[in-house]
């Protein structure tokens, strides 16, 4: 007899990652699997969300507590109306030597969430793992988005879902915006002659959801503060359109007069406006490191 070993070759790395998108709105991405064996491969695909034992594995402390390297969970947040937030076709089938199967991956969120993830296992034969692809994922209710930084939250989000603001409590209160915050961290190495640099990313969603004409806008407001402590911004306020990312870069050179002992902290405001005006609190931190 003679043994063959089956391989097979995929279009994608260990992540797939669908982006942001519009929260109950459905996108889709193509996974390609070739079969480079001179055998034809049995498939079956498993999510690990589905898997059998899945809530046992949820009694454990999570990941962000008992782990400074893994922050998220492998199957993070998951959709209020109890359907996967992920789900790939064909489930199982039959690839022959030399042809390729494509898989579709659908992202389905049903509300606003930056921690959707979710494993992706290919098996052959029912028991060999041929690939293993973590799928993530973001929704938004709104047009624009911010990310970038030292994360401030916490990863895992309640399933309970919370109620508005009374309309009484609401007249009493008076509308009031909410300010998040980021954190931007410089680490400026002594000696060099390149600046600490860091960047805060600012995206518009492609939605069918609206109007197309509605552009998004921003601005990063930066006092006298910022300068005296040595910062510089780069493409501070700008516009997109839909499906377009734009950077606001951050340099840091340390002021001659700069306590080593007291790092400076100091804070900008960026305003996004889209559907809604969003404000978030900038706070840029920096310190000199030595050289490694």
Same mark, same amino acid.
């Given at each position: 007899?003679?043994?063959?070993?089956?391989?097979?070759?995929?279009?994608?790395?260990?992540?797939? #990652?669908?982006?942001?998108?519009?929260?109950?709105?459905?996108?889709?991405?193509?996974?390609?699997?070739?079969?480079?064996?001179?055998?034809?491969?049995?498939?079956?695909?498993?999510?690990?969300?589905?898997?059998?034992?899945?809530?046992?594995?949820?009694?454990? &402390?999570?990941?962000?507590?008992?782990?400074?390297?893994?922050?998220?969970?492998? /199957?993070?947040?998951?959709?209020?109306?109890?359907?996967?937030?992920?789900?790939?076709?064909?489930?199982?089938?039959? &690839?022959?030597?030399?042809?390729?199967?494509?898989?579709?991956?659908?992202?389905?969120?049903?509300? !606003?969430?930056?921690?959707?993830?979710?494993?992706?296992?290919?098996?052959?034969?029912?028991?060999?793992?041929?690939?293993?692809?973590?799928?993530?994922?973001?929704?938004? #209710?709104?047009?624009?988005?911010?990310?970038?930084? /030292?994360?401030?939250?916490?990863?895992?989000?309640?399933?309970?879902?919370?109620?508005?603001?009374?309309?009484?409590?609401?007249?009493?209160?008076?509308?009031?915006?909410?300010?998040?915050?980021?954190?931007?961290?410089?680490?400026?190495?002594?000696?060099?002659?390149?600046?600490?640099?860091? !960047? &805060?990313?600012?995206?518009?969603?492609?939605?069918?959801?609206?109007?197309?004409?509605?552009?998004? !806008?921003?601005?990063?407001?930066?006092?006298?503060?910022?300068?005296?402590?040595?910062? !510089?911004?780069?493409?501070?306020?700008?516009?997109?359109?839909?499906?377009?990312?734009?950077?606001?870069?951050?340099?840091?050179?340390?002021?001659?007069?700069?306590?080593?002992?007291?790092?400076?902290? /100091?804070?900008?405001?960026?305003?996004?406006?889209?559907? &809604?005006?969003?404000?978030?609190?900038?706070?840029?931190?920096?310190?000199? /490191?030595?050289?490694?």
């Amino acid at each position: 007899g003679r043994g063959v070993v089956p391989s097979t070759e995929c279009s994608v790395g260990e992540v797939l #990652d669908m982006g942001y998108v519009m929260a109950r709105d459905t996108v889709t991405a193509t996974v390609q699997i070739k079969n480079t064996s001179s055998l034809t491969l049995l498939f079956s695909v498993q999510l690990e969300s589905l898997s059998p034992t899945r809530d046992t594995d949820r009694q454990k &402390i999570p990941s962000f507590l008992t782990s400074s390297l893994q922050r998220t969970e492998i /199957v993070g947040t998951q959709n209020y109306n109890g359907f996967s937030v992920f789900r790939v076709s064909p489930t199982e089938g039959k &690839i022959e030597a030399g042809m390729s199967q494509d898989f579709v991956v659908t992202f389905s969120p049903d509300h !606003e969430s930056v921690y959707y993830s979710d494993r992706l296992k290919v098996l052959l034969f029912g028991k060999q793992t041929a690939h293993e692809i973590q799928l993530k994922g973001a929704a938004r #209710d709104h047009i624009m988005f911010v990310e970038g930084g /030292v994360p401030l939250d916490v990863p895992v989000e309640s399933l309970a879902v919370t109620s508005p603001v009374a309309p009484q409590e609401a007249l009493v209160k008076g509308p009031q915006e909410v300010v998040k915050s980021l954190l931007l961290l410089l680490e400026f190495v002594e000696g060099s002659a390149e600046p600490a640099r860091a !960047e &805060i990313t600012v995206g518009a969603i492609q939605s069918p959801q609206m109007a197309a004409k509605k552009a998004v !806008e921003f601005r990063m407001d930066s006092g006298p503060e910022l300068r005296r402590a040595g910062f !510089e911004l780069d493409g501070a306020k700008g516009a997109l359109e839909r499906g377009q990312l734009k950077r606001i870069g951050v340099s840091w050179v340390p002021p001659a007069d700069l306590q080593t002992s007291d790092p400076p902290l /100091v804070s900008a405001l960026l305003t996004v406006k889209g559907d &809604i005006t969003e404000s978030y609190r900038v706070l840029l931190m920096a310190r000199v /490191v030595s050289a490694a």
